[in-house]
């Protein structure tokens, strides 16, 4: 099983980014996808959540209407949208994937800093 998620990088505050998350080894269509987030010092948050179809999304308070997570299950991808980023928003972000088991991937660094 593979979870590999691309995109992070180096944003100004206000910028945007969009990270992505490439399933393998799974039948990715079965599964709850997540987007969670580590800042420094601090331990792991929920940031998103998407169910197995797509049909509904949950979020965090401090990153509702800014983010946006959906999915593409022909493509087996996971996507977040980030938008109006902040310095705040600053983190390693990690895709997980739930179902019968737990899979998390290797995390993309997001950094938002003038």
């Known amino acids: 099983v593979q979870l590999v998620e691309s995109g992070g990088g180096l944003v100004q505050p206000g910028g945007s980014l969009r990270l992505s998350c490439a399933a393998s080894g799974i039948r990715f269509s079965n599964y709850f996808m997540s987007w969670y987030r580590q800042a420094p010092g601090k331990g792991r948050e929920l940031v998103a959540s998407i169910t197995s179809a797509g049909g509904t999304t949950n979020y965090i308070d401090s990153v509702k209407g800014r983010f946006i997570i959906s999915r593409d299950n022909a493509k087996n991808t996971l996507y977040l949208q980030m938008n109006s980023l902040k310095p705040d928003d600053t983190a390693v972000y990690y895709c997980?994937?739930?179902?019968?088991?737990?899979?998390w991937g290797q995390g993309t660094q997001v950094t938002v800093s003038s």
């Open positions: 997980v994937a739930q179902w019968v088991s737990t899979y």
